[in-house]
């Protein structure tokens, strides 16, 4: 068995696939170690400690057994192994895709995709980072199946396959279709520059793709509906999936208008008039102007630009970059994106190491070394931004931790056998991550959600400190039961235990004049005991503020 595979693995996996699948790995632990290596938890990690990540509701009837594989714990060594090892994949379909055969390409191309800032988004919610792994891998195996050479009737199983691919990968999260969309798209690029192609070809692989993307949506919009038919459940409202297909003439060009500023948005971090430029910001202006020089430069020297049906082909592909990076915006009114949708975006940059590295090869240009180096830049660049992110989550678990540590103890001190409840009033002041790191300003680069100390929710006291009350220990009882809420997007079945009620109940408590009376968190009296109920007051309430 062992010299099977030893022969498999030298004569059959070509170099290009080792080098891109070992790159990738191995770059991808080095930037991402800290947070393989260390428990940080945001606040969707709370209900998601332990779940089965059944989010049919949301669309993602696949993500349970995607998640799988790593058992539901969040296990971050385990989980992060298991995404290098999809990353991996990944990286050696997308070498296949272009066909790359430099070293220096695939290593550079590996490091642009495992250092995206997608990436260090996805990791910060690690407990589904494994699943999102393989949905990448798959979105990039469907365009690996869908070269030219394939579109014909030898290769139908080939592109039927491409189609189930793209089916389960959008059952896992959908935002990689837009992945394996812009791998195609910029893939479809490299073949008009090359103009090696008859134009019967280049349409013939277009109506390919229109068909096998069509079937493939379609199938996994039937395979959801029938999903939910037997859990007897109904869209979710996060994100306005409950409203996919629901779009009038004029959300819909809304929506486009949106996409588009958005896509410019993501290169230069915010508004850089408003709020000035940064690292990120400069890295990324220079990359569009070089994607700008090399796609024209390319178009000119190939020969595209003298044949309108080429140039017009190449003009639509650049015109459908923002829209296929942000194409749920145009599927649903009010969508918005998060940079763990937008791992897509990943793939321009690959296209244009790939661009400079063609044009050097077989025109010389001189300016394709100085691409090279920017995207090496901008792989360090992204590299120290995803440590600063996880940095930053250490310090907002620990914060919040040694909050909720003191919280559990001033209750203890209180609690004489007799409490059943506790109820939490208001919150603790904003720990806002521009109070520590003004000089970078991560909103883009991390897109995480903090874990501050407003976060003092029943998940966290129950899940991450020795919260207890001792009438439940004395007479043998478990705590109630707490209900997941709606506007979460966790599993529809998911629930956990707490002796702390719910933000309603606090609500009404903090309208009690005793309540009111009491000093705010971290007064002597800030906690207090009233009948069977432990009173947190964390801070005034709206009406005493107003």
Same mark, same amino acid.
């Given at each position: 068995m062992g010299s099977e595979?030893?022969?498999?693995?030298?004569?059959k996996l070509k170099k290009s696939w080792k080098l891109a699948f070992f790159s990738a790995f191995w770059i991808g632990l080095l930037v991402h170690i800290y947070k393989?290596?260390?428990l940080l938890p945001n606040h969707d990690s709370l209900y998601n400690f332990y779940s089965s990540q059944n989010m049919v509701a949301s669309g993602r009837w696949f993500l349970s057994i995607a998640c799988g594989f790593s058992s539901w714990f969040d296990l971050p060594w385990v989980i992060g192994?298991?995404?290098?090892?999809?990353?991996?994949?990944?990286?050696?379909?997308?070498?296949?895709?272009?066909?790359? &055969?430099?070293?220096?390409?695939?290593?550079?191309?590996?490091?642009l995709l495992v250092s995206f800032p997608a990436i260090t988004a996805t990791m910060a919610f690690e407990f589904t980072a494994d699943g999102y792994m393989?949905?990448?891998?798959?979105?990039?195996f469907s365009?690996?199946?869908?070269?030219? &050479?394939?579109?014909d009737r030898k290769h139908w199983k080939k592109l039927v396959l491409s189609g189930v691919c793209i089916c389960l990968s959008c059952g896992i999260y959908q935002a990689y279709v837009s992945f394996a969309f812009i791998l195609a798209v910029c893939y479809f690029m490299m073949e008009l520059l090359e103009n090696r192609r008859t134009d019967r070809e280049l349409w013939h692989w277009i109506a390919a793709q229109v068909l096998i993307y069509g079937c493939a949506l379609a199938a996994y919009y039937g395979i959801w509906k029938l999903c939910m038919a037997a859990a007897g459940?109904?869209?979710?409202?996060?994100?306005?999936?409950?409203?996919?297909?629901?779009?009038?003439?004029?959300?819909?060009s809304g929506a486009a208008v949106t996409a588009v500023i958005h896509f410019v948005r993501f290169f230069l971090e915010w508004n850089i008039l408003q709020h000035g430029v940064t690292v990120y910001s400069v890295l990324n202006m220079l990359f569009l102007v070089f994607f700008g020089i090399g796609l024209v430069y390319g178009a000119y020297k190939g020969g595209c630009l003298k044949r309108k049906q080429r140039a017009f082909l190449l003009l639509l592909c650049v015109a459908s970059l923002p829209f296929g990076c942000y194409i749920w915006m145009l599927t649903a009114p009010d969508v918005y994106y998060k940079t763990i949708m937008l791992q897509s975006v990943a793939v321009l940059y690959i296209f244009m190491a790939v661009l400079f590295e063609y044009l050097v090869r077989h025109t010389g240009c001189k300016a394709g070394n100085f691409a090279l180096a920017l995207l090496t830049a901008i792989v360090m660049n992204n590299s120290v931004a995803a440590n600063m992110s996880y940095t930053y989550m250490d310090l907002c678990y620990e914060k919040t931790y040694a909050a909720a540590v003191e919280l559990s103890t001033r209750i203890h001190q209180l609690d004489d056998g007799t409490?059943?409840?506790?109820?939490?009033?208001?919150?603790?002041?904003?720990?806002?991550? &521009?109070?520590y790191f003004d000089h970078s300003k991560l909103r883009q680069l991390g897109a995480w959600k903090e874990l501050d100390r407003t976060i003092l929710m029943p998940q966290y006291l129950s899940l991450y400190t020795d919260l207890d009350l001792s009438y439940y220990r004395i007479?043998?009882?478990?705590h109630p039961v707490v209900k997941n809420d709606l506007n979460i997007p966790a599993p529809y079945n998911w629930e956990f235990r707490s002796p702390v009620l719910g933000s309603e109940d606090g609500k009404a408590w903090a309208k009690k004049p005793e309540v009111q009376a009491m000093p705010v968190w971290p007064a002597r009296d800030s906690v207090q005991v009233m009948g069977d109920t432990v009173v947190v007051k964390l801070s005034e309430t709206e009406e005493q503020v107003s």
């Open positions: 595979f030893l022969t498999f693995y030298h004569k393989f290596t260390n192994i298991l995404s290098l090892f999809f990353m991996g994949l990944t990286a050696a379909m997308v070498a296949e895709v272009f066909q790359m &055969e430099n070293p220096v390409l695939i290593i550079l191309s590996s490091a393989l949905s990448m891998a798959l979105a990039a365009t690996c199946l869908t070269r030219m &050479e394939y579109i459940i109904g869209a979710t409202t996060y994100l306005n999936i409950d409203q996919v297909g629901i779009m009038t003439p004029s959300q819909l409490q059943r409840h506790i109820v939490l009033c208001g919150n603790l002041d904003f720990w806002q991550q &521009e109070d007479h043998r009882l478990e």
